[in-house]
């Protein structure tokens, strides 16, 4: 089907209707009537017919307050009805908004307020990150003070509205914040100091969260560095600590460490030791934790008092055994712009040919498609960088939402919210991802039977045991599984005996046992082949078969006849491994077996 663009005949009345309205009703009406024109003719006449040029030149019109107020009105209208597919075209216009912060009247002022408000709202929550990278540039870049309070306040309100997602981006939002807070206007740096608290008010950490007015006013004023840090030291940590709380304390514990009190230096370094303790994963105290090896380590060589000297090569070693390093390199960003230029080129074949001039070189039909197509794929972007595949809801949103007035006014289609392309286009990056992560055979056949050959990841709790791991296991051969106390070994044996390890071969066509101590009480005074022909799953096997496996582990015809209960830890697990063996298991799991 051609995408025919709309006549712009329609939308000059309705500008000047809205430019020339007498009251704020009248400039109410003439919003929504332009908006509801937008909406039903095509997203393509915000560009085609200019209007979010003159509604930007009603905006900049000193010579009238009306004209200004129907200028945010109109994007106010605009934002509403059309919702998140004018998400990434009308959040160019909040520089706009933003400058009519400084208006002397009133109704100016609030009108550029609540349109503000409403392009904010078009955002779905997975492009958090798209518009704080907006409201930060702003922030940097305005010279009126009311404009900052303005854009504090949309952050804070952000911050509010998205409490569990805003821990994401403390790391790259709150400098921006800081930078604020020492704003030589009072009012910019107490909405600094109020946007910083609710920032840091989502910390998800509960042992953090009383800390959280002394951390702000540290990032405020420097001199309270001190205090701070002495009633962290007296905190007992117990919840892990993960990359949005050490967004918040990593400056903090780098000041502290540059600080000339010996007594403020112990209590960091003390205050280090017990948070990097908590730091879970690798990958967060690479890019976190590294910057506070060097100041502890200067600490650790330079200190005066033997105390402190312990105390920082203490902390030193937590933060090198964490993942902390001062010579490797910092982890690479994100190439984000490379990353949304993959997912577009993967989208584009599941799109309406229509809205393509040319898909190589990739060539949207019109530049506001274009920008849209750009934003929806910065936020797949983000879902495949997260690995959210099994959430249809934010790919619907990121996707069916964004995109739907394009492919049905333009392309033809009858998908109208977009829900089937969404769903295809998810499959679609999923089957990717299974296929880049697929284990990899060496197509040898002299290796013998394939048991199992799977990719799982492994969890305890909140705890990321395993990620991403290969396991391929080959009939008649042992594997030994080496690590740490509390590594997770004994959890990956009982989650392959009880079948939670994914894609692993259910117990009808690949049989596990684990070997472990299960004797009872009610047992003690059988004897031990009666133990173990009692057992249900052998009824069936002769008692000359079960005489036999009990001598192949060491039982001999009068230790047979012995009672069970006379047995010590190390026979009674080779009891167990003597009947594991009986169930003829393709898999024997055996936890710590050279403790026996």
């Known amino acids: 089907m051609s995408n025919r663009l709309p006549s712009v005949d329609t939308i000059p009345p309705l500008l000047e209707a809205l430019k020339s309205a007498p009251t ?12 509801q024109e937008v909406k039903t003719s095509g997203l393509t006449l915000l560009d085609d017919a200019k209007i979010i040029q003159a509604l930007h030149a009603f905006c900049a019109n000193k ?25 990434p075209i009308l959040v160019q216009s909040l520089p706009t908004l933003f400058e009519l912060y400084m208006d002397k009247g009133d109704v100016v002022r609030e009108a550029a307020t609540a349109a503000v408000r409403a392009i904010l709202k078009t955002f779905p929550p997975e492009g958090l990150g798209f518009i704080l990278a907006r409201l930060e540039t702003a922030l940097d870049q305005t010279k009126q003070w009311k404009s900052k309070v303005g854009i504090l306040d949309a952050i804070r309100t952000l911050s509010n509205q998205n409490k569990e997602l805003i821990g994401e981006y403390l790391g790259t939002t709150l400098p921006h914040i800081e930078h604020a807070m020492h704003d030589t206007k009072a009012e910019v740096s107490s909405a600094a100091t109020k946007c910083g608290t609710a920032l840091c008010g989502t910390l998800p950490n509960p042992d953090l969260l009383p800390h959280v007015p002394p951390l702000v006013k540290c990032m405020a004023n420097p001199e309270a560095v001190a205090a701070c840090i ?126 393509f001039t040319s898909v190589e070189p990739l060539r949207p039909f019109h530049p506001l498609f274009s920008l849209s197509l750009e934003f929806s794929g910065e936020l797949v972007a983000d879902l495949v ?6 959430k249809a809801d934010a790919w619907k949103r990121c996707v069916g939402t964004c995109l739907s007035p394009w492919m049905s006014v333009y392309g033809g289609s009858e998908d109208k919210d977009g829900s089937e392309v969404s769903e295809t286009i998810r499959t679609h ?3 990717l991802y299974k296929a880049q992560f697929a284990p990899k055979s060496n197509g040898s056949s002299e290796e013998g039977e394939v048991l199992c050959e799977t990719l799982f990841s492994l969890a305890y709790g909140a705890l990321l045991l395993l990620s991403h791991t290969t396991l391929r296991l080959i009939r008649g051969r042992r594997y ?25 071969p259910p117990q009808d066509v690949l049989r596990a046992i684990m070997v472990e101590h299960a004797l009872q009480g009610e047992d003690r005074s059988l004897s031990i082949i009666d133990f173990i022909a009692a057992d249900k799953q052998l009824q069936s096997t002769p008692r000359e078969t079960i005489r036999e496996q009990l001598r192949e582990v060491g039982f001999d015809d009068q230790r047979q006849a012995e009672p069970v209960g006379g047995l010590s830890g190390g026979w009674k ?13 393709d898999l024997l799991l055996l936890d710590e077996p050279t403790n026996h």
């Open 429 to 431: 990056f999923h089957a």
């Open 573 to 585: 697990m080779k009891l167990e491994l003597a009947r594991a063996m009986l169930y003829k298991a």
């Open 24 to 35: 704020a009703p009248d400039a109410k009406n003439a919003a929504n009537s332009l908006a």
């Open 230 to 355: 002495k009633s962290l030291s007296n905190t007992t940590f117990v919840a892990e600590v993960t990359a949005p709380a050490l967004a918040v304390l990593v400056p903090l514990l780098n000041r502290a460490l540059n600080d000339r009190s010996m007594e403020v230096q112990r209590r960091t370094v003390i205050v280090i030791d017990n948070l990097v303790k908590l730091v879970r994963d690798p990958k967060v105290a690479a890019r976190y934790l590294s910057g506070l090896v060097d100041g502890v380590d200067k600490i650790m060589q330079g200190a005066s008092f033997p105390e402190v000297r312990a105390f920082a090569a203490a902390a030193h070693a937590t933060l090198l055994k964490a993942g902390a390093s001062s010579g490797a390199p910092p982890p690479q960003p994100r190439d984000l712009a490379s990353e949304t230029q993959e997912c577009v080129r993967q989208m584009v074949p599941f799109l309406p040919p229509s809205l």
């Open 63 to 87: 010579k009238s307050g009306y004209e200004r107020e129907s200028g945010a009105m109109g994007l106010q209208a605009l934002a509403t009805v059309l919702g998140t597919p004018a998400a």
């Open 480 to 504: 030994g599984i080496l690590g740490p106390n509390g590594s997770g070994k004994s959890t990956l044996l009982r989650a392959i005996r009880d079948g939670k390890v994914e894609d692993f």
């Open 385 to 390: 960088q997260s690995r959210k595949y099994d």
